[in-house]
């Protein structure tokens, strides 16, 4: 006859067997839980079984700290502008970086790159106040970005202003062409007092050169440039071909023209005198030069800077109204004894 084991065995034995089954789930779940979810460690999971040994809890925590060290990049540091090029100091395991500058909260340039320096003066950038802000990257990894404020100084480099925006009567001296500069040129000024009005800021006054870059298949056409109550007569002494057909031009420089400090107006116009004539008609003594200044077409002028620096937040470029002094506009008017006697009723303004 076979003897029973005593219930106190049994019950002792079926405890056992539950607490070795109640082990191995909180092991399972702190191994899941320490892998790292979209680029981050999380403590999801981890230590939530109240029966989870001392042990398997310092290693979950060793694990997670691990993981976090080698998902994070540290912060761009050491970033300065110098002559106009940014520059930063490379960071650890950083695969690019983006750059991203702002003025006024307006983004200007925002661009990734594998190097630690961007030269401004390549990318248009004037003087003024901007904001830069760096991120290193490694693959879906970034860096807390960093960021710096900076002031650009402005440098008086020379300034090219095109004629097509310049045009006293852009309707009828406008010309596109791809080969012209800015893809436009002035032409068709066939009555004097046909032209261009610039302006210009000079942030110091002082004489500079003006270069006028010019076409005409007229040699020794003319025009004149007024200037701060100052006339220089524009010889255009090249032959180039009129430039729809030449697709060519010549410069011509005019000296020491006059600038006062803030905005400055000019004036490059078609202004030339009649040939002498006898009772038949013929010219008298011929000089060469084309009547009625010629013709000429007038791609851009080209100011010549000074090569200074100057701090914008030192000027005010602003510019709400204008003098016009009725003596120095007189050559308008439409008075047959006030102008030359060529000006026809399609000159200047069309007045």
Request: glycine share 10%; aromatic share 10%; with cysteine.
């Amino acid at each position: 006859m076979k003897k029973s084991l005593p219930i106190y065995l049994l019950m002792l034995l079926a405890l056992s067997a539950c607490g070795g089954a109640q082990q191995e789930t909180t092991s399972t779940s702190t191994n899941s839980a320490s892998e790292p979810i979209g680029g981050e460690v999380t403590s999801s999971g981890v230590n939530s079984g109240e029966n989870s040994s001392e042990t398997n809890s310092s290693e979950s925590s060793s694990s997670e700290s691990s993981n976090s060290s080698e998902t994070q990049l540290a912060a761009v540091t050491n970033i300065k502008v110098k002559d106009g090029v940014l520059s930063f100091d490379a960071v650890e395991g950083a695969i690019d970086y983006l750059i991203v500058i702002k003025q006024n909260n307006a983004v200007l340039y925002q661009k990734s790159t594998t190097k630690t320096s961007l030269d401004l003066n390549n990318l248009g950038f004037y003087g003024g106040h901007y904001t830069a802000t760096i991120t290193a990257r490694s693959g879906l990894l970034e860096s807390t970005p960093a960021t710096l404020d900076f002031t650009l100084l402005h440098v008086d480099n020379d300034m090219r202003l095109e004629a097509e925006f310049a045009l006293l009567d852009r309707e009828r001296n406008w010309a596109d062409d791809s080969n012209a500069s800015n893809g436009a040129y002035g032409k068709d000024f066939n009555d004097c007092g046909q032209g261009m009005y610039f302006r210009y800021y000079a942030f110091e006054a002082g004489n500079r050169d003006v270069t006028v870059t010019y076409s005409t298949a007229m040699k020794g056409s003319y025009m004149t440039l007024f200037a701060n109550g100052q006339t220089f007569r524009v010889d255009y002494n090249t032959n180039t071909g009129w430039f729809g057909d030449s697709k060519t031009t010549a410069d011509v420089v005019i000296k020491n023209v006059p600038f006062e400090r803030g905005w400055n107006e000019l004036y490059l116009i078609k202004n030339g005198v009649a040939k002498e004539r006898d009772e038949q008609g013929n010219i008298i003594n011929d000089d060469g030069i084309p009547e009625w200044g010629g013709y000429a077409q007038v791609d851009y002028i080209t100011i010549k800077g000074t090569g200074n620096s100057f701090d914008l937040d030192d000027y005010d470029r602003t510019s709400n109204s204008y003098k016009l002094e009725a003596e120095m506009a007189h050559w308008h008017w439409t008075d047959k004894d006030t102008r030359p006697g060529n000006w026809g009723n399609n000159f200047s303004l069309g007045f």
